[in-house]
């Protein structure tokens, strides 16, 4: 087959937006040492009132990294970080680069088997994790079956909280905290994270040389949809390329973001532990030189309170999820922020796809403009984003970033090159007929300089997810379906597994979804596929209602209007309207515990 990749999308791509960037070559520790020689005194973190500039923030990722190198930590060791938002996982993230080794976020939800996974799996020397997970989740456990594991830091909510809020709220209970720390379990030494870091003045980090594109700066685990989590081996360059690629998209189409760096504000509510918020709020928020706004949880009541904190440090830029947009949206308190966030400029939506009455009511209540990317942790995980308008389509995920090509290729074998769908519909198959839409609908593949380089110790998996064509280029096949429009935009049809085969035809639960999302009456929605022996696999529906509506409307009166406003052969069968549906730490609806 021929390899040539037509460019679609260049016809309506930004002109201010470079299609190819020079980049550094530098690791993640040297992205840190540059924001903090231009701006020493801008703040780099707020966290709950306490304050960080850039040069503290330096100078204690080096007394960190040196009191590492002290333990023996050197290149290519991994360190295991099981951390929630805070001071602690910025220091710990860069200090790990410093020493070229490599870092090793855990979801902080994760239970014992799980991160007995990573850590024998990645085969992790250090745990650096938050007391009240360790007393939660290890304490009591046999931690020799962490094979590799010779030293644990342990470290505490309080100890970089403003210190009359550090007092008080351990005084009253409101911060919680582990009451003995263990010095040492089975034959792991445990440490304190204080001491570490006293350990490391004077300053002393080994000379290492890094090579950014070679070596491994990150090792992110999948959620395991398939078998147990993959680590995805990540570059140093990878990670500042794909930060410089963001970064670039959005300063040069919204030209009061050139004013920003130094002085901005990055909203960090998503989970850094997930490569979503370690590069998109942390790098980028790093790069740009803005302050990194630290929320250790989302509010458990008033989500308007994150509007407050916007509006008080001037933060600028959120990377979110359509649940959180959504949630903010239906706290009434909301209303009270309207033009009042003058600083407040753009978000970068992503892990779902958005409805387009939760982006409007977020932009209207909020004056800031939402655009959509798509990618993963194998991508860095920006591979596309849409434009800002008035560029920007709804139900598409834009254009690759610069220095990024995607193609799409026949589900089957993967070596065909499918065509550009000549429509600009948001369902093509709506346009197109269902045997037409076969010609253009396929698996997404990217190729560029934020491809991951592997899966660690996964030989197989690496062949199977990473493919050289002719000309050399190595492409990742990302398992979503989707094809390029009539103007160049990407359109995510589904995932492989998620497609539904119902009597023959292919039902792609993602444009139910959307289509459902209409419904006033629907708070949120997820469509699976359930086995049938009549039609292959039915097509059902979960729903929550918006609150107005909860008691009012049936699932009956669901199944009408889903009758009359969507194609007869993939409508819902089957509805169930629930109280919530099952989501990830990053808000997205999972659709694997929805089918079981």
Sequence with gaps: MSDEIKEYWMENWPKEVPRHIDYDEISLGELLRRTSTKYPDSNAIYFEGFRMTYKELDEAVDKFATGLSKLGIKEDDVVLIDLPNMPQFVICFYAVARLGAIANP???????????????????????????????????????????????????????????KA?????????????????????????????????????????????????????????????????????????????????????????????????????????????????????????????LILFITPPKEKMSKILDIIKKEKATFIPGVPTLWNAINLDPNSSNYKNKLTSFIACLSGAAPLPAEVKHKFEELTGSLIIEGFGMSETSPILTVTPFPPLYRTNTVGFPVSDTLIKIVDVETGTKILPQCPHTEPYCTEKCGIEESERYIGEICGNGPQVMLGYYNR??????????????????????????????????????????????????????????????????????????????????????????????VTKEDLMEWAKENISAFKYPRIIEVVEELPKSVVGKILRRELRE
């Design 106 to 164: 855990i979801i902080p939800l994760n239970r014992f088997t799980e991160i007995l996974h990573q850590a024998n799996d990645s085969k992790g020397k250090v745990l650096i994790i938050l007391d009240i997970l360790f007393e939660e989740h290890l304490e009591g456990k046999d931690l020799s079956k962490m094979e590799n594991l010779e030293h644990i830091i342990i470290t505490g909510v309080a100890e970089y909280l403003p210190k009359i």
């Design 167 to 291: 007092k008080l709220g351990t005084l009253l209970g409101k911060v919680p905290r582990m009451k003995n720390w263990p010095e040492q379990v089975e034959d792991i030494k445990c440490h304190k994270f204080q001491d570490i870091l006293q350990n490391g003045t004077p300053i002393n980090i080994p000379a290492i040389k890094i090579n950014p594109k070679e070596d491994i700066g990150v090792l992110i685990y999948t959620g395991g949809t398939t078998g147990l989590p993959k680590g995805v081996m990540l570059s140093h360059y990878n990670l500042t390329v794909n930060a410089e690629q963001g970064n670039t998209w959005a300063t040069k189409q919204l030209p009061e973001l050139e004013d920003t760096p130094g002085i901005g504000g990055m909203v960090v509510i998503l989970p850094l532990a997930h490569l979503f918020a370690l590069s998109v709020a942390m790098n980028i928020g790093i790069f740009m030189g803005y302050q």
């Design 459 to 552: 030989e197989e998996a690496t062949k199977n997810a990473l493919r050289k064509d002719s000309k050399d280029r190595v492409w990742y096949f990302t398992s979503d379906i989707g094809c390029i429009d009539g103007e160049g935009h990407l359109r995510i049809k589904d995932r492989k597994r998620d497609m539904i085969k119902y009597k023959g035809h292919a039902v792609f639960p993602r444009e139910v979804e959307d289509i459902l999302y209409m419904n006033p009456a629907v708070n949120e929605v997820g469509v699976v596929g359930v086995p049938d022996p009549d039609v292959g696999e039915n097509i059902k529906a979960f729903i929550s209602l918006k609150e107005e509506y909860v008691g009012k």
